[in-house]
């Protein structure tokens, strides 16, 4: 029973029943039908899915982001449609999977990078450390060489898992572990590696190991090639590091400014009377 103040009158009713509702006004009771839990008339139900029609039906947006230009819709054979890059050379099928694709473009590029390497006689490697989305730090292994046509060269050959505490010896068995999987450790005429203590104790053991299969270069003076842009960064953050308050002040002051319209229009007051 609820109590209507602005009409002045008592109602009850039931819930889950379709039976007349009581209506109390001052002396007088009346009857009135709530239909809460009553089916609408099929007339009453067209009008409403009418309406939820119109109000849910997708528009067809206009493809305005310049990605598109990169990218075509397709129709397969069974009608539905895809979008498929332009210069993609890897056609769609229908009911592929996915990962499969993966796998079989990989093993192509792999016996192609493979078939380069056997031709050549030396590979210079570079390796890189770099941490995914997932916190998880991985060593990249690549080749670079001359082929046959003088044209320089160069193929990712692996992705290596480095849990924390790098060590000098985990690094050497990734390393070399790479090297024998592609049949190149007796190519290797070089390698370029960040600074860290660790790499320097894996190449001189990865030296080590490749002098006694095959005589390198200049006898191995030339192997540890130095990583210039990690030399640089080093150089750059060591002379950062001499004026680091005056960067904090900077920022600090940008952040001031920009923190609300006031500030930034007193700071733009202020540089036009300078």
Known sequence: ??????QGHYSCSCT???SPMTVIEGNEIS??????????TPKEAESLDDIEVSTYTRRNRKKTSIIWQELTVVKLADGTKRVQRNHCKIKLSK????????????EVEKKRLNGLLKIVDRISITTDM????????????????VDSNWNLQKGVLNFVDVPP???????????????????IE????????????YNDAAVRMLKDSLSFRKRLSLNGKLFHVRCCAHILNLLVHDGLSKIEDVID??????????????????????????
């Not at 009911?95 to 990989?106: H, R, S």
């Not at 505490?165 to 049949?183: E, P, T």
């Not at 007796?186 to 203590?197: E, Q």
């Open 16 to 18: 889950g029943s379709s």
């Open 95 to 106: 009911n592929k999977d996915v990962k499969a694709d993966c796998w079989t473009c990989y």
């Open 249 to 274: 002040n900077v920022r600090e002051s940008v952040k001031h400014i920009i923190a609300s319209t006031m500030h930034l229009t007193m700071f733009s007051d202020i540089v036009k009377q300078l």
């Open 31 to 40: 009857y009135a039908r709530d239909t809460t839990h009553e089916r609408p």
């Open 186 to 197: 007796g190519k290797v005429c070089s390698i370029s590696m960040d600074n860290a203590s």
């Open 130 to 145: 770099w941490k995914s989305g997932q916190k998880i730090q991985y060593m990249v292994l690549t080749a670079h060489f």
């Open 1 to 6: 029973m609820s109590y209507n103040s602005e």
């Open 165 to 183: 505490l790098h060590s000098g010896v985990f690094v050497y068995d990734a390393l070399y572990k790479c090297l024998q999987d592609w049949g």
